[in-house]
């Protein structure tokens, strides 16, 4: 029998605090499913909130491992998604191949995303012999970085990590493309936004940035595609993976004959794959999805002058 799907929205505003607010409105207004949250340091606090209140919570961007593989894990937290240990060894296995003998800094932004992500980076350049020239944290509320220009500029650095996201790595490029200075800046999942390139102008142009395959490029999408621009939505960045997570939690359901959140959780490990935007997706005990993991990405100008990523 076929079920409606009701539908209600919260917004964090990337804030713990005010994430966990969200998350008590949904355990109020007797929501049992959330495709959420976006951040790792709102989705990990949320999480225990929402399993001691029956609710299944699908991330479809929250890769900082420690979301679902923890000591005693959640019965209730799945993503979409990669996690940061896979993408920080991409991102190093990269960097050690194609700028062997470069002065690398590492700086991240004191989020559990930001940090998580440059030391899984750092760990990945570290095993293959590669010692880092600084690194660095800093807050996620800084706009001013000339002590970080000064830094890159004194230790000759020609390769900057960045764990973090789009506002601040924007800043970065563009303060450090100010002070005459020419940077490889590579990142994550974390600055693919439209913002990013609004930010950095022309010094985004070459930076580098892990991310999974794009689901918007494969033809079998094709229609999805038009339905989201015929809304005024451009399908980028999570979009395809917060449609996979209410594919996966509607499959689960289905097999499970039941749209109990614990019942669906139980199906989502054990009746996949289930068929998706993404692909086929399974889920591990942890409640990691098996999908295929990072790539790398360079922002080049389009034909339109405008700047964006593309596959290596």
């Not at 109020?28 to 001691?52: E, L, Q, R």
């Amino acid at each position: 029998m076929a079920r409606r799907i009701l539908f209600t929205v919260g917004d964090d505003g990337f804030d713990p605090a005010q994430g966990m607010a969200v998350a008590n409105k949904f355990v109020a207004d007797g929501v049992k499913f959330v495709i959420g949250h976006y951040n790792s340091g709102v989705s990990i606090p949320t999480s225990d909130i929402y399993a001691k209140n029956g609710i299944l919570m699908v991330s479809p961007a929250s890769t900082n491992p420690y979301f679902t593989d923890r000591p005693k894990p959640l019965w209730n937290t799945f993503r979409t998604c990669g996690r940061d240990d896979r993408q920080g060894d991409v991102a190093g296995a990269y960097i050690a191949d194609n700028f062997k003998d470069a002065k690398i800094a590492i700086v991240d932004d004191k989020t559990r995303y930001g940090k998580g992500l440059a030391n899984a980076t750092r760990k990945a350049l570290n095993a293959r012999g590669v010692k880092e020239a600084f690194r660095q944290s800093l807050d996620y509320r800084r706009e001013d970085f000339s002590a970080l220009v000064a830094r890159v500029r004194n230790a000759g650095v020609t390769v900057l990590y960045w764990g973090g996201l789009d506002k601040q790595a924007g800043q970065i490029m563009r303060q450090l493309a100010d002070d005459g200075l020419k940077v490889q800046f590579v990142s994550g999942d974390g600055i693919i936004t439209n913002k990013l390139a609004s930010i950095a102008g022309e010094a985004v142009a070459g930076t580098l940035n892990t991310f999974a395959p794009q689901p918007a490029n494969n033809p079998a999408n094709k229609i999805l595609v038009e339905k989201f621009r015929a809304a005024g939505i451009e399908p980028i960045d999570y979009t395809f993976n917060a449609y996979a997570a209410v594919q996966s939690i509607a499959a689960a359901a289905t097999a499970a004959k039941s749209n109990h959140p614990k019942t669906v959780a139980k199906a989502m490990r054990e009746k996949g794959p289930f068929k998706t935007v993404l692909g086929e997706i399974s889920y591990d005990k942890t409640g990691d999805s098996t999908l295929p993991g990072y790539v790398m990405y360079k922002w080049q100008k389009a034909a339109d002058g405008s700047y964006s990523y593309y596959q290596q």
